[in-house]
Structure formats: structure tokens, C-alpha cells
């Protein structure tokens, strides 16, 4: 996972000739300017960055930490027993199919899945497997799309943490 970090730099005010990288901003000792750093992360989990700049003279500043949070998740893996994905109609109207929903392949983990298909919405809690079953029973004939998701709970500044949504796209046969 790719991300971009942006990191003011304020010792004295100066006004800094347009910028190519953050390498030459620190290497021509800017100060009051800014820069951007591009970072790739090895993993998910909890990194910490430190970043310093260098004056004329070649002396640090003290160093600016800062603790990013990176959740890198695909989508759940849905599979149904009645409803087969794709345009193919399968099952029928008034028959009630199950859906397993799996954990995504890099995950943290689950509290739970959420879910919305037809007028049916809700949460299903995954067992120890990180597995959940939902169970839809459509009452029209056609296209339909189950849309999955996954919540690992909130990071640590508060903010929700989800998995990337996943659309099962099936038929119901008429």
C-alpha cells in the first residue's frame, strides 16, 4: 500500500524556489517550506516514520515522528448453494439460498461483515474461522447484487476500518 505523507518543516520562515523533491528541499536547507515524501508500506500494521531536515550547514533538526496505521484488505470471498454468480439465472423466486462469506486474504481481525442485497440489510458475526452465512430468499425474478464488507473495528484515532466491498453479482430464475 502506496501512501503519500506531507510534512511542514518550520524553523524559519524563507520562501523556497519551486521544489523538485524532498531530498533537494533538505539538501538546500529550506526552512518554513514543506515536502512530500511517497512511502511504501512492507505490510499492514502500525509503522512509525521519522523525518529530519538538514540546514546549510548540514545540521538535523530535531525529528518529526509520525505513527501511520495500514490496513491493506481485498474484498471478502462470497459463495452461495442455490444462487450462482454471473448472469446465469439460478434458484428461484421464494427459495431461500445461503451465502458464505469468507475473510479476505490479508485481514486483521473481523468484527463483523455487513451487508446489504434486495431490500435485506444487516450484519452477520464471523465464527472462529473468520466465516459468516447469510440467508436471502428474493421475491422477484432477476438481476440482484449482495454487497459485502468486512469491519475490523476503529483504529486508533476513532475512525472505522473496512475491508474493500465486495458485489456478488446473480440471477434469480423466474
Not at 44 to 53: I, K, Q
Not at 94 to 99: D, K, Q, V, Y
Not at 111 to 138: E, L, M, N, R
Request: glycine content about 14%; hydrophobic content about 35%; proline content about 10%.
Amino acid at each position: 500500500m502506496v501512501g503519500v505523507f506531507g510534512a511542514g518543516l518550520h524553523h524559519r520562515r524563507c520562501r523556497a524556489p519551486r521544489l523538485r523533491t524532498a531530498d533537494e528541499l533538505c539538501r538546500r536547507g529550506h526552512r518554513g517550506g514543506s515536502a512530500t515524501a511517497e512511502i511504501t508500506a512492507p505490510g499492514p500494521g502500525t509503522w512509525s516514520l521519522r523525518v529530519r531536515s538538514l540546514d546549510r550547514a548540514g545540521n538535523p533538526s530535531d525529528a518529526l515522528s509520525l505513527d501511520v496505521t495500514v490496513i491493506f484488505s481485498g474484498p471478502p470471498g462470497v459463495s452461495s448453494d442455490v444462487f450462482m454468480e454471473g448472469s446465469q439465472p439460478s434458484g428461484a423466486i421464494g427459495l431461500t439460498g445461503t451465502f458464505t462469506i469468507t475473510p479476505p486474504s490479508v485481514t486483521p481481525s473481523i468484527v463483523t461483515y455487513y451487508y446489504f442485497v434486495g431490500d435485506q440489510s444487516g450484519d452477520a458475526t464471523p465464527g472462529p474461522d473468520g466465516k459468516a452465512t447469510i440467508s436471502y430468499t428474493p421475491t422477484a425474478a432477476g438481476p440482484a447484487v449482495l454487497n459485502v464488507f468486512a469491519y475490523f473495528g476503529d483504529d486508533p484515532s476513532g475512525e472505522p476500518r473496512f475491508s474493500a466491498p465486495y458485489d456478488y453479482a446473480f440471477t434469480v430464475a423466474g
